[in-house]
């Protein structure tokens, strides 16, 4: 098991970056996979990307692709998700959560995932 909390979010205009941090607590941090979601109002939790536990390879969600870049830092139990270009759709509750393995075909399902953060609000004006 592993704890995580992020941090980062804020209220940007519409073309601005942002970047979120994903802090973890645990000597086995290293052995996770890592993905970020979020949850607009009024909608479902979505997948936006994850990453492996070396960091060698990341999966994205089309409509952030180009735009969001994924990243971690085993050495001291971080993940980071750069925002560039955000968008007013892109305005949501961001969390990150932890699963075993980085497997593409499920790697979006929420139910693969096991640990998550409280999440961290994100929101874009146009």
């Known amino acids: 098991q592993v704890q995580l909390v992020e941090s980062g979010g804020g209220l940007v205009q519409a073309g601005d970056s942002l970047r979120l941090s994903c802090a973890a607590s645990g000597r086995t941090f290293s052995t996770y996979t890592v993905g970020w979601f979020r949850q607009a109002p009024g909608k479902e939790r979505e997948f936006v990307t994850a990453?492996?536990?070396?960091?060698?390879?990341?999966y994205y969600t089309d409509s952030v692709k180009g735009r969001f870049t994924i990243s971690r830092d085993n050495a001291k139990n971080m993940v980071y998700l750069q925002m560039n270009s955000l968008k007013p759709e892109d305005t949501a509750v961001y969390y990150c959560?932890?699963?075993?393995?980085?497997?593409?075909?499920?790697?979006?399902?929420?139910?693969?995932?096991?640990?998550w953060g409280q999440g961290t609000q994100v929101t874009v004006s146009s």
């Open positions: 990453i492996s536990r070396s960091g060698s390879n990341t």
């Open positions: 959560a932890a699963r075993r393995f980085f497997i593409i075909a499920t790697i979006s399902a929420l139910s693969e995932y096991g640990d």
